[in-house]
């Protein structure tokens, strides 16, 4: 009996809807905005709201939970491409690693007044071409 469990299935096993969720919440933070089914829209929104909480505060400890949640893996750099980056150029970084600076340099303190409710979820009128689900935009609100 799965009595006072919180998290939705999703038909996927632990792994999978771990990685699933870190995929998310990075599109999310990067774009701010993504498109998506109902269900996974309202299981997110819980990671995407406990992000910001993190962002909100930017400390060592933090920044290293976020960089777990988000399942940010090391970069690793050639010599000529770790140069270039002690010299200001961010160019060769992956997406990830600036997520994480947008999540903590934007994000945080665009919330920092606010006590809850980051994200908006608006659902589209049309359902999704070829399997017909219900659709929806999951966003950051613009406060």
């Given at each position: ?106 994000l945080g303190p665009r919330f920092q007044n606010r006590q ?28």
């Amino acid at each position: 009996m799965r009595h006072a469990k919180r998290s939705a299935k999703l038909g996927r096993d632990t792994s999978h809807r771990r990685c699933l969720f870190a995929n998310m919440l990075k599109s999310l933070v990067h774009y701010e905005k993504i498109t998506t089914t109902i269900p996974k829209a309202k299981e997110l929104r819980r990671f995407a709201d406990k992000m910001i909480t993190l962002a909100k505060e930017d400390t060592l400890a933090n920044r290293r939970l976020a960089i777990a949640k988000l399942m940010v893996r090391k970069n690793t750099l050639t010599p000529r491409e770790q140069r270039a980056v002690k010299a200001g150029d961010k160019s060769s970084y992956t997406p990830d690693r600036l997520v994480v600076d947008k999540l903590f340099n934007v994000l945080g303190p665009r919330f920092q007044n606010r006590q809850g409710g980051y994200t908006r979820m608006s659902r589209l009128p049309l359902p999704r071409k070829g399997d017909c689900a219900k659709t929806c935009v999951l966003e950051y609100l613009s406060e």
